[in-house]
């Protein structure tokens, strides 16, 4: 009973359906084009209108009823943020965890539907939930534009939004203040929609909160309008919160959950489902990421437990209750779903009987019109066969006229030689009056036309063998004897077997062509012969850029013969290491004269002097593995109206002469740079007598001090350390000295490892921290007979090149300093040098390395392989001049890309052979003599007063040197030694010096001076003076050098 009422319109349907098919579908097909019976058409659609209403209202009575229960779907794909810590994170692995990843699960077991959650960067969420790829999209802010095309949940969450910005900057507090900055936003973020409506527009996106810390830690971001818990979460994780701070929220954001604008249905599933999640579950997700509150009253806790208990049960019986009122309404939503089917597959029954009965009048229609056709085709083929013969004649008319007033001769001729038909174009072109005469008078084609048969033979190869033949050039005679080339084009005409009929085609006279070329050749080859005169590489090149001569001398020069380059495309590139490089010849084809001189003239390209219209240049090419600079000239070549046709180039080697003129530009500059050194030498000689008196006061005052506080070592430190500074300052003289070759070497035992400590010390501070300084000194000895500071030098231009071959990748400089004993075993591994016992010095990089081709030159004088500007090239002449000064040897060697290494051999000074010049100055000898001390500086002149009195002596001073030898005459047995200086105002040392020895010839004299020249040394012997002492001069020194003169 229950089935019969529940179908009656199904079964009214299929009683429908059979009574239509078995009467209707049977009359429509015998009656053929006759009109369907009328009452059958009723009855038929009083069945589509009784159907039609039961369905409708069926329809609208399951809409009803469905509308209040959704269909539960099997699953919901959900995408959301991946990276908002805690809410949404990835873990180690890649999985995603945090609060909404907990409460969707507990949702998945709440509602039985399983979900497929997506993490991914905000702003491809948006673009892939826009598409169409997922149901649900999470931790979404409402804002107008997207209320457009989502349908929002209800917010579950506040999120605070606020300005963080770089500790340094200051006056940042609200939107307005960010005027000017760049801020960094999330792509997709609503930040981006809240600035622009307040217009601000400078953004610079990124896909996450994190990829904008993390640029914030590189210094890349300093100002951002960011979310605050991740901000706060990332900032934390980076280590770098101390270094920002921020603002109060510019709003505050809720999250929710969307879906697409229309789909009501997944989002009151979704709400039903959050909904069923109870409070404490919601508070057991959030302690697990957000942590624990301080415990509350136990007591109170268990209420608060038991209540919860409570309405946890009372909330899984309603959960129970509403699945069995949704499992009722699925099973009758898939009942209502199998009836529609059904539905559907009889109204396509009824559609497809419909379509079988308009079918068959739509044939007997098409029939019909059909044999219309016929008749209209025959009609149309009449008319048109009328006018194809009227066509044919016309046509045959125009080709007779063609054929009569053709300006080219042309002919049908027969397999065995004779002509069949010509027109009286070829008539006039073989010198007969008619093309009857012509075929009348020409009975063997071959003897009579051609003046070489073999021509007319090979045209019938041709013409059997492919059917035709086109730009056949031969020569004959006309009928007068005159000679006659042409150019024949032909076909051969077979009938329906293939078997040739005749031949036709066109005779087409090229003899003033051909004259022509002849001529064009004769011109060709006197040029070429003109060219092979010329000394120089030349060739001649075509508007296209193919090669018309090529003289005797280019192929000496390149190798490459006339006959491969003739009618080829020019190409150079075998003379540039295979790069294309385009010919001065195709430059002046190709481009006018004003743009070569206004594009080209930059690189070298101007016109030439000599020649009006040519253009020259200087170029380099390589040949034979040489680099060789040639001198180029090119030109258009026109010809008797003025048209260019092609160009002419030459070459000339000028390699002699560039090296000439590089050699003499050489010189000019070390000329220069000598004069500027000579300069520098002058200017250094007076600096240094000047600088060198000041510090000899600051020595002497720092001594006396010293003297004066032994008892207060804080002090005397601090004197010390002012003392070791005087003495890089005058070290500093003297290598100024040294390098404008104003001062004396002054070679005495010299222990090596000082000087390099101190070298070391000055390059930590001047290299760049990314080169590594290694020092490693085994040697035991290390005494050597030099001059510190030639030894400096030595080391610090060595370094300096080290550190200057690193400077943009970093590297080591290592510095070792060994000693070795040369025996017959190892002598080979040593350079050859007399003495056996040797300190060597080793200054090694992990630079870019010297190819092989330069180390020879490397100690030439003005020789360097740095950019203009960076170097003299005189630093390694000089190491390689004072190694050679101290009876030593320089060795290098390098390799491209690992570095370079110098050693310097130097003879080892046996400990026999120290003597007194290695005195301890330290020690300061006393003694009671009267001393004349004349100096022109009153500071200098104190200080040794001060000094020498504490060391006992009594002492007379003088800055005047005409008041000090007036002193001496008036007193002149009262004195024991007389000291003074060299350089002093109207009167100079050596002055003095004669004017003493008139006076009193026996005393001794010493001659003090901040600098001295070579030809001081001669003045220095012949005046008898007893010692020369360099200033600035120490106390111990100044002792040492008066016991030294006196008896």
């Known amino acids: 009973?229950?089935?019969?009422?529940?179908?009656?319109?199904?079964?009214?349907?299929?009683?429908?359906?059979?009574?239509?098919?078995?009467?209707?579908?049977?009359?429509?097909?015998?009656?053929?084009?006759?009109?369907?019976?009328?009452?059958?058409?009723?009855?038929?659609?009083?069945?589509?209108?009784?159907?039609?209403?039961?369905?409708?209202?069926?329809?609208?009575?399951?809409?009803?009823?469905?509308?209040?229960?959704?269909?539960?779907?099997?699953?919901?794909?959900?995408?959301?943020?991946?990276?908002?810590?805690?809410?949404?994170?990835?873990?180690?692995?890649?999985?995603?965890?945090?609060?909404?990843?907990?409460?969707?699960?507990?949702?998945?077991?709440?509602?039985?539907?399983?979900?497929?959650?997506?993490?991914?960067?905000?702003?491809?969420?948006?673009?892939?939930?826009?598409?169409?790829?997922?149901?649900?999209?999470?931790?979404?802010?409402?804002?107008?534009?997207?209320?457009?095309?989502?349908?929002?949940?209800?917010?579950?969450?506040?999120?605070?939004?606020?300005?963080?910005?770089?500790?340094?900057?200051?006056?940042?507090?609200?939107?307005?203040?960010?005027?000017?900055?760049?801020?960094?936003?999330?792509?997709?973020?609503?930040?981006?929609?809240?600035?622009?409506?307040?217009?601000?527009?400078?953004?610079?996106?990124?896909?996450?909160y994190e990829a904008i810390v993390q640029a914030a830690k590189e210094h890349k971001v300093t100002v951002t309008l960011i979310d605050v818990p991740p901000a706060l979460y990332f900032l934390y994780k980076l280590g770098i919160q101390k270094q920002f701070l921020h603002s109060a929220p510019m709003y505050s954001g809720e999250f929710h959950?969307?879906?697409?604008?229309?789909?009501?249905?997944?989002?009151?599933?979704?709400?039903?489902?959050?909904?069923?999640?109870?409070?404490?579950?919601?508070?057991?997700?959030?302690?697990?990421?957000?942590?624990?509150?301080?415990?509350?009253?136990?007591?109170?806790?268990?209420?608060?437990?038991?209540?919860?208990?409570?309405?946890?049960?009372?909330?899984?019986?309603?959960?129970?209750?509403?699945?069995?009122?949704?499992?009722?309404?699925?099973?009758?939503?898939?009942?209502?779903?199998?009836?529609?089917?059904?539905?559907?597959?009889?109204?396509?029954?009824?559609?497809?009987?419909?379509?079988?009965?308009?079918?068959?009048?739509?044939?007997?229609?098409?029939?019909?019109?059909?044999?219309?056709?016929?008749?209209?085709?025959?009609?149309?083929?009449?008319?048109?066969?009328?006018?194809?013969?009227?066509?044919?004649?016309a046509s045959e008319e125009r080709y007779r006229n063609i054929f009569e007033n053709a300006m080219e001769g042309f002919f049908q001729t027969s397999t065995d030689g004779r002509i069949l038909n010509a027109n009286p174009s070829l008539a006039r072109?073989?010198?007969?009056?008619?093309?009857?005469?012509?075929?009348?008078?020409?009975?063997?084609?071959?003897?009579?036309?051609?003046?070489?048969?073999?021509?007319?033979?090979?045209?019938?190869?041709?013409?059997?063998?492919?059917?035709?033949?086109?730009?056949?050039?031969?020569?004959?005679?006309?009928?007068?004897?005159?000679?006659?080339?042409?150019?024949?084009?032909?076909?051969?005409?077979?009938?329906?077997?293939?078997?040739?009929?005749?031949?036709?085609?066109?005779?087409?006279?090229?003899?003033?062509?051909?004259?022509?070329?002849?001529?064009?050749?004769?011109?060709?080859?006197?040029?070429?012969?003109?060219?092979?005169?010329?000394p120089i590489p030349a060739f001649v090149i075509?508007?296209?850029?193919?090669?018309?001569?090529?003289?005797?001398?280019?192929?000496?020069?390149?190798?490459?013969?006339?006959?491969?380059?003739?009618?080829?495309?020019?190409?150079?590139?075998?003379?540039?290491?295979?790069?294309?490089?385009?010919?001065?010849?195709?430059?002046?084809?190709?481009?006018?004269?004003?743009?070569?001189?206004?594009?080209l003239s930059s690189k070298g390209i101007r016109a030439s002097d000599i020649f009006p219209g040519a253009f020259e240049c200087t170029d380099s090419v390589f040949l034979h593995g040489e680099e060789r600079f040639m001198s180029l000239q090119a030109a258009r070549i026109s010809d008797r109206e003025g048209k260019v046709i092609g160009a002419i180039q030459t070459a000339q080697d000028i390699t002699e002469q560039r090296r000439s003129q590089t050699e003499h530009e050489n010189l000019q500059r070390q000329l220069i740079q000598a004069q500027k050194i000579e300069a520098i030498g002058t200017l250094a000689g007076g600096i240094a007598h000047d600088f060198n008196n000041i510090l000899s006061g600051i020595i002497g005052y720092t001594e006396l001090c010293m003297n004066a506080v032994q008892d207060q070592p804080k002090a005397a430190n601090y004197l010390e350390q002012v003392l070791k500074s005087t003495d890089r300052a005058k070290n500093l003289v003297q290598q100024i000295l040294t390098v404008s070759r104003q001062a004396e070497q002054d070679k005495k035992p010299l222990a090596l490892s000082s000087v390099i400590n101190e070298v070391t010390s000055f390059l930590k501070a001047t290299l760049p921290a990314t080169i590594e300084i290694r020092q490693f000194i085994t040697a035991k000895h290390d005494l050597i007979m030099a001059d510190a500071t030639n030894m400096h030098q030595i080391i610090m231009n060595l370094c300096t090149n080290a550190g200057h071959a690193m400077k943009e990748t970093g590297g080591i400089l290592e510095i070792v300093l060994e000693e070795v004993?040369?025996?017959?075993?190892?002598?080979?591994?040593?350079?050859?040098?007399?003495?056996?016992?040797?300190?060597?010095?080793?200054?090694?990089?992990?630079?870019?390395?010297?190819?092989?081709?330069?180390?020879?030159?490397?100690?030439?004088?003005?020789?360097?392989?740095?950019?203009?500007?960076?170097?003299?090239?005189?630093?390694?002449?000089?190491?390689?001049?004072?190694?050679?000064?101290?009876?030593?040897?320089?060795r290098v060697s390098s390799e491209i890309g690992k570095g370079t290494i110098f050693k310097v051999f130097l003879p080892l000074l046996e400990m026999q052979e120290t003597d007194q010049r290695n005195m301890d100055e330290t020690i300061l000898e006393r003694g009671r003599e009267k001393i004349l001390f004349i100096d022109d500086e009153q500071v200098i002149a104190d200080v040794f007063k001060m000094a020498a009195e504490e060391?006992?002596?009594?002492?007379?001073?003088e800055t005047n040197p005409a008041r000090g030898i007036e002193a001496l005459r008036n007193n002149s047995e009262s004195f024991d030694v007389v000291i003074t200086d060299k350089t002093m105002p109207h009167m100079t040392g050596f002055d003095v010096a004669r004017e003493i020895r008139m006076i009193r010839a026996d005393i001794p004299i010493i001659l003090c001076s901040g600098y001295h020249e070579h030809k001081d040394i001669d003045k220095i012997t012949s005046l008898g003076i007893s010692k020369y002492i360099c200033k600035p001069i120490k106390i111990g020194a100044m002792s040492a050098a008066i016991r030294e003169v006196l008896p």
């Open 1 to 208: 009973m229950r089935r019969m009422t529940e179908n009656p319109l199904t079964e009214a349907k299929h009683m429908m359906i059979k009574t239509y098919l078995h009467n209707d579908k049977r009359s429509a097909i015998t009656s053929g084009n006759k009109a369907i019976s009328t009452h059958i058409i009723k009855k038929h659609c009083l069945a589509i209108f009784v159907f039609l209403t039961l369905a409708l209202n069926f329809f609208l009575v399951n809409t009803a009823s469905s509308s209040n229960h959704p269909i539960m779907p099997k699953t919901i794909k959900v995408v959301m943020d991946n990276n908002y810590p805690p809410y949404v994170f990835q873990d180690n692995k890649g999985n995603l965890q945090g609060i909404l990843i907990d409460q969707w699960r507990l949702w998945e077991k709440k509602t039985g539907i399983a979900v497929e959650i997506t993490g991914t960067d905000w702003d491809k969420a948006l673009n892939r939930m826009q598409a169409g790829e997922f149901d649900v999209i999470d931790t979404l802010f409402f804002n107008e534009t997207r209320a457009k095309i989502y349908d929002f949940s209800k917010p579950y969450v506040k999120i605070d939004v606020s300005i963080f910005f770089h500790k340094n900057i200051s006056g940042i507090s609200d939107v307005s203040s960010l005027e000017g900055f760049t801020v960094a936003v999330k792509s997709g973020d609503n930040a981006i929609d809240y600035l622009k409506k307040r217009g601000i527009n400078r953004f610079q996106e990124y896909p996450s």
């Open 257 to 393: 959950r969307a879906v697409r604008k229309g789909n009501t249905v997944i989002l009151q599933i979704v709400e039903e489902g959050f909904a069923g999640i109870s409070a404490s579950e919601y508070q057991a997700i959030n302690k697990k990421w957000l942590g624990m509150a301080a415990r509350a009253d136990y007591v109170y806790l268990c209420y608060v437990f038991a209540a919860l208990a409570i309405i946890s049960l009372v909330a899984l019986l309603m959960f129970a209750w509403n699945w069995m009122l949704r499992r009722m309404v699925r099973l009758r939503t898939a009942q209502l779903q199998e009836e529609i089917a059904l539905n559907r597959q009889d109204a396509q029954i009824l559609t497809e009987a419909e379509t079988q009965i308009r079918s068959k009048h739509v044939e007997l229609s098409a029939a019909y019109q059909q044999l219309a056709a016929y008749d209209n085709e025959l009609r149309e083929k009449y008319a048109a066969l009328s006018k194809s013969e009227q066509f044919l004649t």
């Open 429 to 534: 072109l073989l010198g007969y009056d008619t093309p009857e005469d012509l075929m009348q008078g020409i009975t063997n084609i071959s003897t009579q036309l051609y003046s070489n048969p073999a021509d007319r033979k090979h045209i019938l190869e041709m013409l059997e063998r492919d059917g035709h033949v086109e730009n056949f050039e031969t020569s004959g005679q006309c009928k007068r004897g005159c000679p006659i080339y042409a150019s024949i084009a032909a076909r051969k005409v077979c009938d329906a077997e293939g078997n040739t009929l005749y031949y036709e085609g066109f005779y087409q006279d090229i003899t003033k062509r051909k004259l022509a070329e002849e001529a064009l050749l004769a011109e060709h080859d006197q040029l070429a012969i003109i060219l092979d005169s010329i």
């Open 542 to 599: 075509d508007c296209k850029g193919n090669i018309v001569l090529w003289n005797t001398f280019s192929e000496l020069f390149t190798g490459k013969q006339t006959k491969e380059m003739i009618g080829t495309k020019l190409d150079l590139s075998f003379l540039f290491k295979g790069k294309v490089t385009p010919s001065l010849a195709d430059i002046v084809l190709t481009m006018t004269d004003a743009d070569i001189l206004k594009k």
């Open 821 to 890: 004993f040369i025996d017959k075993k190892n002598a080979r591994h040593y350079p050859p040098l007399a003495h056996k016992h040797l300190l060597v010095l080793s200054v090694r990089d992990t630079g870019h390395g010297i190819p092989k081709d330069m180390l020879e030159q490397i100690f030439n004088p003005y020789f360097t392989t740095k950019a203009t500007g960076d170097g003299t090239g005189l630093g390694l002449a000089i190491v390689h001049g004072i190694v050679k000064d101290h009876e030593g040897k320089i």
């Open 951 to 957: 060391l006992g002596y009594r002492v007379h001073i």
